[in-house]
């Protein structure tokens, strides 16, 4: 990996680097741009080495690594793992490893589900992989909170098939929250989407759940969480000027750079140009 | 890794490897086990670095090496690819490292649709990345006949989901199928099953295909291909005892042993009991 610090070098704009096992945490970057204008961003997808879901903690951990100091290199000042497994099983390592401050997505969504819930009744969705951790019950039990975790597995190839309005999503998402908001949690007035993939069925989301619920989308919350930390790190040292300017974008990944570009154009909602592929050994 | 040759030591009975990057493979086991019974068998899923589909040729070639280099310390005397994927970009490569003969599923498959169709006209279904290799297109067109390759990417998560018989399996075979016996394959006659878990669907497939069409499963396809080269290897050698003898079922998986067993026993359709870990570098 050679050292490559023109993103951060242009002014004094911030770049935030951001990091997933492949496309959902382009729905991330989404919240983020909306949020945070004034910023640059590197995201990094490691999409050769997808699904971390399978994977051992030691494995992720050693990969998410990886792309901490690749996005480092490229002169990322903070970093976003918007990936829940990535933050499920390895947010302390990637911490430990990395030489700059680092939020990952399950704390902001337990703390805007503990914002949102009147009755501490939650019901988080996401892989097989983030709800066999346990994350999400953990920081929401820390909170007071009870919640019921519902691995969804077929809702990531739907979404990647492009299925986001179709009959069989929606049937498909009637199963899992029917089997999730049932016995005592019937009456749960909150719905997290633990993965990064689900903001893209956010309406049909809304249309299947029961009428009292409120979705908590982790990703608007880490971007919230993101600008706060970025107010204590870079408080008002960039001028009118350069926060008027568009951010820059840059994308990195590790399998092929036509299909990031393909794919990737449905989570981040606009054109992906700048993508470099980066060959990491497997 | 070190030398187990006990397999094969017990008797002149062959032992044969098959090799899947995860449980599709055990279709092919299964047709195996109903066609030769008479052998012993030592199956590696390398459910770790699932899914290869996404990989390069490279990367695959080297996983399924090492995979077959395993088997073989093991003492396979024969290895089935029982991959689509893995068969598709790296059987010339497999074939060339290893001692032994090697059979693939693509080739049977390609024939049992020549023996089948009456009108040359083959509809191959299958992942995103077997299709985009157009292996079977090229097996196909070799014979003179007519191919549609479509991707159907839901089946194989549906099928892992555990959903073979359910409403919503059956929409989404519709959606595929109709989109690929359209146009100048309205009238195929023959679809090739061409992913090891779509055996699994094959009652729901034969009530969404139109009456006329022929069903090739390149598993059982795979499995007369084994039988007719085992018959050039070991030619009556084993005496009537041994083939009375109950198969030897030796697993091999590079993930959780718990996880291989339970998903593993629906592709099989028999309890899986004597699973090994193999811990293979990343």
Partial sequence: MSADHSLGARSRRPTIGVFDSGFGGLTVLKALLELIPGADYAYFGDTARLPYGSKSVETVARYAVEAAHYLESHGAQMLVIACNTATALALDRITAAAHVPVVGVIEPGAEAAAAATKNQKIVVIGTEATVSSHAYRKALEARGLHAREKACPLLVPLVEEGWVEHSVTEQVARIYL?????????EADTLVLG???????????????????????????????????LQQLVPATVDAEERRALPRLKFFATDS?????????RFLGHPIEDVQHVDLKE
Same sequence: chains 1, 2.
């Fill in 257 to 265: 750079v036509e299909k990031f570009r393909r794919l990737g154009e």
């Fill in 178 to 186: 029917g089997e999730a908001f049932a016995d005592g949690f019937r």
């Fill in 195 to 229: 993965c990064t993939h689900y903001p893209l069925l956010k309406p049909l989301l809304h249309r299947v759940t029961p009428g009292h619920v409120s979705i908590v989308d982790s990703a608007e919350s880490t971007a919230r969480a993101v600008a706060s930390r």
